[in-house]
């Protein structure tokens, strides 16, 4: 008799879960995890520059979306240290669309930006 009452519950149980995952899997989409946001914006600024981004350099989460700074290459120049790139800020919506950009930075890819205080 104790089995015949375990196998419903465990069935029962089965179908709760699977449901509640779903559900959880759907809160959890209405809003993009931090590597989609970092490839869509990647993407959504080589559309709009017509340049490839090679990396992102800072990434970060604000009460308004996002705001990330993306280094493109600008000008392909050999050899490669030569090359120029620039750094974007990059600012998204909550669901990671593209609402703004600016370039913030233009510079050889053999140099090192000397240090600044306050970031600027």
Do not use: C
């Amino acid at each position: 008799m104790s089995n015949t009452p375990n196998a419903p519950k465990a069935q029962g149980s089965r179908k709760p879960q699977e449901v509640s995952g779903t559900s959880q899997d759907d809160a959890t989409d209405s809003r993009p995890g931090a590597m989609e946001v970092l490839r869509h914006a990647r993407t959504q600024l080589a559309e709009l520059t017509g340049m490839a981004a090679e990396s992102v350099s800072s990434f970060e989460q604000t009460e308004d979306g996002w705001v990330l700074e993306i280094e493109v290459l600008e000008i392909a120049r050999v050899p490669d240290t030569m090359s120029l790139l620039a750094s974007y800020q990059v600012e998204l919506a909550p669901d990671g669309e593209l609402t703004g950009y600016r370039r913030v930075r233009r510079y050889e890819r053999g140099r090192a930006d000397p240090h600044r205080p306050g970031g600027h």
